[in-house]
């Protein structure tokens, strides 16, 4: 069974902690995304990959950066945590263009 | 950057076909057209994706008229369990590798009534 796992269902940080969300894939796929939802907002991408060690900037990417090292793994960092990154956050993969994509079951993270 | 619209919400009661239209005037000639599902608390899941004309699987149907300027996710006989957010999303090419972002809107919220 295809699995996307998020390594916390909940989190909760102080500000200006920096905060890891790693998340794990077990399908070989190419692609893989983060992205945060808020009320009324929908989803909103942060940044996605492509490839191992490659990358690109979603549409809100500032205040976060991320890291794959493995193909099956895509980490998202917060370098220096805020109250406004509150949220639920969200990660997703996906194989070829075109296919299906696969979300984790997200993160809540409250930062206080 | 292919955008979609949809409605923001839709009420329907139980036994009802409910169908959820999205425009997306921008499409381009390889993009793709695919809705997902979201409940509450959990990440959004894969309904139904098309190109043209129709597609039907055990879920839904996916209507895409020949311009491709808009689609029609169709539900037939909804229950309550249906109630979620539905999101239409349009593949959006980026050259180099092929890969393409996925894009989501704010989605429709379908709530069913007894």
């Known amino acids: 069974d295809v699995k996307v796992t998020q390594s916390s269902r909940y989190l909760v940080k102080r500000t200006g902690e920096k905060v890891f969300l790693e998340c794990v894939q077990d399908?070989?796929?190419?692609?893989m995304f983060w992205y945060r939802q808020d009320p009324g907002l929908g989803l909103r991408l942060i940044y996605f990959s492509y490839d191992v060690k490659m990358k690109e900037k979603g549409d809100i990417p500032e205040g976060y950066s991320v890291s794959r090292e493995k193909k099956e793994r895509f980490s998202l960092i917060l370098e220096s945590a805020s109250t406004n990154q509150t949220s639920m956050y969200l990660c997703?993969?996906?194989?070829?263009?075109?296919?299906?994509?696969?979300f984790g079951q997200g993160t809540r993270l409250t930062v206080v | 950057l292919a955008k979609t619209t949809q409605p923001i919400s839709m009420d329907s009661y139980e036994g009802q076909e409910v169908n959820i239209t999205c425009s997306h005037n921008n499409i381009a000639t390889n993009d793709y057209i695919t809705w997902y599902q979201q409940f509450p608390s959990q990440g959004p899941r894969f309904i139904i994706q098309g190109y043209k004309t129709k597609v039907t699987n055990e879920v839904a149907s996916l209507f895409i008229p020949a311009d491709r300027k808009s689609s029609t996710l169709s539900l037939p006989r909804v229950s309550l369990s249906d109630t979620a957010v539905y999101y239409c999303l349009v593949g959006d090419r980026v050259w180099a590798g092929g890969y393409n972002k996925l894009i989501f809107g704010a989605g429709t919220r379908l709530a069913v009534h007894p």
């Open positions: 399908m070989d796929h190419e692609n």
């Open positions: 997703a993969s996906r194989g070829q263009r075109n296919t299906e994509a696969f």
